[in-house]
């Protein structure tokens, strides 16, 4: 087993199905020894578990359960990226995360956010984990999704 398979285990993480595109894009592309995904939705068992936008306040998402959407976004770009390398126990290390925030325009903590899939792939990854990031703030994002997160992995 290899490093990343068993601190998945250790974690309690069971990668998920990849989500299928919904538009005209693959989940992910290999080039050279890098793996591009597409943006990474937090689908569990094929649904949002919420929709809306970030901030606080009535009818808002909040900012503790954006960061748990977030980490839920970055298994999937786990599951993605190892679908198109042959297996998790390929991937070596992160790049480079994007991570999107659809927010009301006073919410500021975008970064907050995008650091539960920060966090989890350091977790899984260990000190190849650690990577590049910027975190957006958007009006919108599809499915009326609150957070987005593509990520590029290393693999061998």
């Known amino acids: 087993m290899s490093g990343v398979v068993e601190r998945l285990a250790a974690l309690g993480f069971e990668l998920p199905g990849v989500v299928p595109p919904v538009a005209a894009y693959v989940p992910a ?4 020894d890098l793996v591009y995904t597409a943006g990474q939705l937090p689908f569990i068992a094929g649904a949002l578990p919420a929709t809306g ?4 306040g009535d009818g808002l998402v909040a900012a503790s359960d954006a960061y ?3 980490r839920q ?9 190892a679908s ?6 390929r991937l070596t290390g992160v790049l480079k995360v994007t991570g999107f925030v659809a927010s009301v ?6 970064p907050g956010v995008i650091n539960g899939a920060s966090e989890l792939l350091a977790e899984v990854f260990g000190e190849s984990g650690r990577h590049a990031r910027s975190a957006v703030g958007v009006p919108v994002l599809p499915l009326d999704s609150p957070v987005e997160v593509e990520v590029v992995f290393t693999f061998a």
């Open 29 to 32: 592309k290999v080039h050279a």
């Open 53 to 56: 936008k970030v901030g606080e």
């Open 68 to 70: 748990g959407y977030a």
């Open 73 to 81: 976004s970055a298994l999937n770009a786990i599951a993605a990226a």
């Open 84 to 89: 198109a390398v042959g297996g998790v126990e």
């Open 105 to 110: 325009p006073t919410f500021t903590g975008q």
